[in-house]
T-cell receptor
């Protein structure tokens, strides 16, 4: 079973627009991570946010975490065609397995 | 530093056979985790090894097993293959156990069971 549910399941935007995807989870966590996967290949780590952090930035990425609502969002600003991929959130609490969400499939149209 | 490598990249087997997949973690990383990814179930955790010991296990039948060697390289084995075992198998390595550190993923092994 998966801990995280992502919303939307699919998103199609024009190049240059911003893309926002959301992740909700069920149990307490120590941190939440976002990954990108290009078409059936390995996952690339994007950003990690700890449970005591509310917002984190990395280049064009902005991640927020609301532990009271058990939710996180990933914002990609000024999207590019190369951002086309599936994006997953992953959660874990303590020495437990990392659990991935269902993923958001992002398509950026040039 | 070289990334996580997985071999083979592609594999075709028939039902009832067994298969062994290999994963070499990033140098210095002692934790290796395995995941199964299918269109229907998404990314499912299989197991995690640290210092040659299985530390966590997902909800998979006993046909799925693994091990880790003293150099941190890991193998996973699936016996008596079923059609539903067709999937992308991903290996990830990290410095520490559990969620204490970022996981770095390999390119995966795509297994097709006919």
């Amino acid at each position: 079973s998966q801990q995280g549910e992502e919303d939307p399941q699919a998103l199609s935007i024009q190049e240059g627009e911003n893309a926002t995807m959301n992740c909700s989870y069920k149990t307490s966590i120590n941190n939440l991570q976002w990954y990108r996967q290009n078409s059936g290949r390995g996952l690339v780590h994007l950003i990690l946010i700890r449970s005591n952090e509310r917002e984190k930035h990395s280049g064009r990425l902005r991640v927020t975490l609301d532990t009271s609502k058990k939710s996180s969002s990933l914002l990609i600003t000024a999207s590019r065609a190369a951002d086309t991929a599936s994006y997953f959130c992953a959660t874990a609490g303590g020495y437990q397995k990392v659990t991935f969400g269902t993923g958001t499939k992002l398509q950026v149209i040039p | 530093k070289a990334g996580v490598t997985q071999t083979p990249r592609y594999l075709i087997k028939t039902r009832g056979q067994q298969v062994t997949l290999s994963c070499s973690p990033i140098s210095g990383h002692r934790s290796v985790s395995w995941y199964q990814q299918t269109p229907g179930q998404g990314l499912q955790f299989l197991f995690e090894y640290f210092s040659e010991t299985q530390r966590n296990k997902g909800n998979f039948p006993g046909r799925f097993s693994g091990r880790q060697f003293s150099n941190s390289r890991s193998e996973m084995n699936v016996s008596t293959l079923e059609l539903g075992d067709s999937a992308l198998y991903l290996c990830a390595s990290s410095l520490a156990l559990g969620d204490a550190d970022t996981q770095y993923f390999g390119p995966g092994t795509r297994l097709t069971v006919l």
